[in-house]
């Protein structure tokens, strides 16, 4: 297995999600999370506009606000199958799929680490994006959370 980042790998879920209800897309079909910085390729004929990628790295943000549970359940292959894209998950996963959720935002079979409360990920910072032969690459990285003193 990884050794993904559980504030990264936590906050890949939720830009997934969030680029799924923002434009229609897939989740991506290629990613790379590291700590300090990483990266998400999805399908996608163009680039992002800049007022695109303000509302993302936004709708991302007020999402990990949301001090949402990550928990985590067991599903059978089958099951599985009928409501989640498979083909990412290695063949070794066995007849018994980890469903993730993030809240009510975001549910997928997934196998690596994750925070317990997305209130532990951070501030998402958007690094770049570009797009070339209609794949979108959007590079991110975490900053601190910010303390509300009201």
């Known amino acids: 297995m990884k050794s993904y980042d559980p504030q990264m790998h936590t906050a890949e879920h939720i830009l997934n999600q969030t680029m799924v209800r923002m434009f229609g897309c897939e989740r991506s079909f290629s990613s790379h999370i590291e700590k300090k910085k990483s990266k998400c390729d999805y399908h996608f004929v163009r680039p992002l506009a800049p007022v695109e990628e303000i509302d993302l790295v936004k709708q991302v943000n007020e999402v990990i606000s949301r001090n949402l549970e990550v928990k ?8 599985a199958s009928d409501k989640f ?16 959720t993030v809240g ?15 209130s532990e990920i951070g501030v998402f910072q958007l690094v770049s994006t570009s797009c070339e032969n209609e794949i979108l690459r959007i590079r991110f990285k975490l900053g601190e959370s910010h303390v509300d003193v009201r």
Do not use: M, Q
């Open 72 to 79: 985590e359940h067991f599903l059978t292959l089958a099951e």
């Open 85 to 100: 894209n498979l083909s990412r998950l290695p063949e070794e996963s066995g007849d018994e799929v980890r469903i993730v």
């Open 104 to 118: 009510d935002y975001d549910a997928c079979p997934c196998i690596g680490p994750h925070v317990k409360n997305s």
